[in-house]
């Protein structure tokens, strides 16, 4: 889960992954913008905030499924054989897993916490600068 607060300070809640490209810029360009006077050049900064987090299932019967994309995720973790030795893992940790989570409400509480998190850096942000206007949620 992805969420974050964007120029009109909307906080953004995002499930899906995403993946983010860097456009640099070449030094004519930069030459260009700073000789270009910006008219918009005396607005104030605009603040974004940005919240990630790997998430995690959200009801017990997600277990396994999210064990083996964790498993798998070669960008997360290499392991020796990992198209054997994933799902393996993925099986044979799920039960202890699954018990687990049923411990603590059926299921991960990260969303629950982020999205919590998230609304108190809105209120923080609104006390510190109410210059700003109020933030959406």
């Known amino acids: 889960m992805m969420s974050f607060l964007c120029s009109s300070r909307r ?3 995002c499930t899906r992954s995403f993946s983010l490209s860097v456009k640099t810029q070449s030094r004519a360009a930069a030459l260009a913008q700073s000789v270009t006077a910006d008219p918009q050049e005396n607005r104030k900064p605009k603040t974004g905030i940005l919240m990630l987090n790997m998430g995690g299932p959200e009801k017990v019967e997600d ?52 999205s919590m998190q998230g609304e108190g850096m809105v209120k923080l942000l609104d006390q510190m600068s109410p210059e700003t206007g109020e933030t959406v949620v």
């Open 11 to 13: 906080l953004v809640l």
């Open 63 to 114: 277990v396994h499924d999210f064990l083996l994309r964790l498993f798998m995720d070669t960008d997360l973790m290499k392991l020796p054989v990992q198209n054997k030795l994933g799902p393996f893992i993925a099986r044979r940790r799920t039960p202890k897993i699954q018990e687990q989570y049923n411990r603590i409400g059926g299921g991960s509480p990260i969303k629950r916490w982020t």
